[in-house]
């Protein structure tokens, strides 16, 4: 059997396997169709003196940003044009670890194969950096397709600020208590540009964990990859709900802004 990096890293290969059972997750859950979707976890806290000395299985390749606080980073990516179904079973061939080089402009593919990273990646990598850079000990991202989400963003009345996160919370008190910050809204862009990326980050700063791409997906950050998968899917519980009870025929009452604040009181919650 061929080596892996994960040989003997017990750590490393938790990290990895939780990336790959979210992955299982988003294919079951119909959020990743074909290859939609994107996992980046920052992985430096496990990397040691040999991960630090391995050589570069490709050629160094510019990010299109310069990203001063990823100097000696190392992320786990997945791969471009690779699908999440994938991943799931087998991460180190549909994803990679990569390492920023010095000039925080470039980075190179260590291990295990020579797996070209997400072309979102220029834009994940900036939401790292400005984690790092609020001194966050965030270390995931996640973007996916959640369905009832994605429908909810085609109604403008949903976009205005905060209407949708109320209503959300509103269905079923855990939803406020494990997205305590709620779904922030960035209206719609074209994939995979640097100004999605700004307003993705600027959304995340005005203290949102998950951010809704109108007509598009969700990209939620975390502590760590199921955390930030977890946010998406107590969202999409309540969405589901309230289908639910538009589906029967009547508008749900949900809970009182008291309830809420009781919730909030109670979890000790951020809003
Ligand atoms: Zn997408």
Redesign the pocket.
């Known amino acids: 059997m061929s080596q892996s990096i994960l040989d003997n890293r017990p750590a490393l290969a938790k990290e990895v396997n939780d990336v790959a059972e979210v992955a299982g997750y988003l294919w079951q859950k119909g959020w990743a169709e074909r290859n939609?979707?994107n996992i980046t976890v920052n992985i430096t806290d496990q990397v040691d003196d040999a991960i630090r000395a391995m050589p570069a299985i490709a050629e160094p390749v510019a990010i299109g940003l310069t990203l001063p606080n990823l100097k000696g980073c190392y992320f786990y990516c997945k791969g471009t044009n690779r699908r999440m179904r994938d991943l799931a079973r087998w991460p180190m061939d549909n994803g990679s670890i990569i390492r920023i080089l010095d000039d925080c402009a470039h980075y190179e593919i260590i291990a295990d194969k020579n797996v070209k990273p997400t072309s979102e990646l220029p834009s994940h990598l900036a939401v790292h950096n400005y984690l790092i850079g609020k001194g966050s000990n965030y270390k995931a991202s996640v973007?996916t397709?959640p369905i009832e989400l994605v429908a909810m963003s085609h109604n403008p009345k949903f976009l205005e600020k905060d209407v949708l996160t109320n209503i959300l919370w509103s269905m079923i008190p855990e939803t406020k208590a494990f997205c305590p910050r709620g779904l922030g809204i960035v209206p719609y862009m074209m994939?995979s540009t640097n100004e999605l990326a700004e307003a993705t980050i600027k959304t995340i700063d005005d203290n949102y964990d998950v951010v809704m791409w109108e007509k598009?997906?969700v990209f939620s950050v975390g502590e760590n990859v199921l955390e930030a998968f977890d946010m998406i899917d107590v969202l999409v519980k309540s969405a589901i709900i309230y289908m639910d009870a538009k589906c029967m025929g009547f508008e749900p009452d949900g809970m009182s802004q008291e309830q809420m604040q009781a919730i909030s009181k109670t979890f000790n919650l951020p809003k």
């Open positions: 939609g979707g973007h397709h994939p598009h997906g």
